[in-house]
């Protein structure tokens, strides 16, 4: 009994150790995780947490008055789109071809940029939240694309999977790639026809030219053409004032055409498109068509090789857009096929004037917060020949003032140094001023 006691209290004695020993390890590890967690919050937070300026780039799209002269390649309007990797538009902005610069804070990280020149009303752009959105942007045709001075052609440009490093500026050129790809195609037939080359020296007459199976959509984004609706262009019926050819002529003729057709990524080969040309002999009821298919396989295959669809491939009758389409054709026989020499060259990229500037020009703050009728200084820098200006833009209805020189100076204002900024009143939506200087445009949001 009495050996029974003393190893109960043996045993009791070992397990109190136990405890007591790693009680200790315990509090001396939650001691040690107190000093380090202790020394860390000591340390400034600017050395391991990055700014808010370290996770953004500036973008810089300098765009200049567009100087090219011909209609073909006319920018009247320009918007820059910006997604991130997640599809989401984080930026999207307009500026007319007289505007001077986009300059946009946007978050880091490999990013999608897109310029869209000459849009349509009808696609309300400004509404894009994600790429799903940009991508059902569509064009839709019931005769050829119009291209006047009222009706410019629409283009796209593409800067895809660009990395925008943390805190820097990152500076767009659009000149050097000729950034902008037109929505359309472009089809020129020049056709011949000497009559004493014909068998029996008939006079041929051109009764029309136009293009047939047209795809009645394309889209902003290249996508393959998924609808069955397809339409016949209006026929051109050739003069000599219109397209140089001379019915009267008696020896034969030239004829120029040309046509702007829509992009159509085909995906049935059988719905191919095709000029048509219809002819007849002078003074007979002999009528015929010749008809030479469009699309990219033209200059590496025959007329026969384009429509028959064993040998043609999807990509060989595809009508891909800022492409051109270039027919030389020669009516040597009425019976026969025409004699076609064709190719296809890229239709030349659209140059998006860029003009950096060679001075400094810097505003103290791009946002301000302003309780309702106190003043604010926004301190501007430039040294520019011409200074700078500042402007309210739309915002919320309340009357955003400007001051300078100690004087309320109304809507605009011109000069160096610095400016002050008056709400009388409590706003819903941020106002926007925006300070020029040369050919760059920084905003300022105004909220109170």
């Given amino acids: 009994m ?17 405890i007591d020993r790693l009680f200790s390890h315990s509090v001396a590890r939650f001691l040690n995780c107190l000093v380090i967690g202790l020394f860390l919050f000591s340390c400034s937070p600017n050395e391991d947490v990055p700014s808010k300026e370290e996770g953004t780039t500036v973008l810089q799209f300098a765009m200049t008055r567009a100087t090219r002269p011909d209609l073909e390649g006319e920018i009247e309007t320009i918007r820059m789109m910006v997604f991130n990797g997640m599809g989401y538009c984080i930026m999207n902005t307009n500026v007319p071809k007289n505007g001077t610069t986009f300059e946009e804070r946007v978050p880091s990280g490999i990013l999608d940029i897109y310029f869209v020149a000459n849009e349509l009303p009808s696609w309300n752009l400004g509404t894009i939240a994600k790429m799903s959105d940009f991508k059902s942007k569509v064009l839709s045709f019931a005769d050829y694309p119009v291209v006047d001075g009222t009706h410019p052609i629409p283009m796209l440009g593409c800067l895809e999977k660009l990395n925008a490093v943390p805190g820097d500026v990152k500076k767009i ?26 068998v029996g020296n008939p006079k041929i007459i051109v009764d029309s030219v136009r293009i047939k199976s047209m795809p009645s959509v394309s889209y902003l984004y ?14 051109e019926i050739p003069t000599k004032a219109s397209h140089g050819y001379d019915a009267a002529n008696n020896s034969g003729f030239t004829a120029n055409f040309t046509f702007y057709v829509p992009e159509y990524r085909i995906t049935h080969k059988k719905r191919y498109t095709y000029l048509s040309v219809y002819v007849h002999k002078d003074k ?18 025959t007329i026969e090789e384009m429509k028959d669809v064993n040998i043609a491939t999807q990509a060989d009758l595809t009508i891909s857009r800022n492409r051109h389409y270039m027919f030389d054709a020669k009516i040597g ?73 100690g004087y309320v100076s109304g809507n605009i204002i011109k000069g160096t140094g610095s400016f002050g900024v008056q709400v009388p009143s409590a706003i819903s939506a941020p106002d926007t001023i925006k300070v020029v200087s040369g050919n760059v445009l920084k905003k300022i949001l105004i909220k109170n």
């Fill in 2 to 18: 009495i050996y029974r006691e003393k190893y109960i209290k043996t045993r009791i004695r070992w397990v109190l150790r136990s």
């Fill in 173 to 198: 050129e659009g000149g050097d790639g000729k950034l902008l790809e037109r929505l359309y195609a472009k089809v020129t037939l020049n056709l011949k026809c000497t009559f004493a080359d014909i």
């Fill in 222 to 235: 290249p996508e393959n053409y998924n609808d069955a609706s397809f339409f016949d262009g209006s026929k």
């Fill in 284 to 301: 007979t009821n002999a009528l015929r068509e010749y008809t030479l298919v469009i699309g990219d396989g033209v200059a590496s295959r």
């Fill in 333 to 405: 026989s009425f019976e026969y096929s025409l004699d076609v020499k064709a190719k296809v060259i890229p239709w030349e990229k659209v140059e998006v004037p860029t003009e950096y500037p060679e001075y400094n020009f810097s505003v103290s703050s791009n946002e301000l917060q302003i309780p309702a009728g106190e003043v604010r200084y926004i301190h501007v820098s430039s040294d520019h020949p011409n200074g700078w200006t500042a402007e309210i833009g739309k915002g919320s209805a309340a009357s955003t003032t400007l001051f300078w020189g």
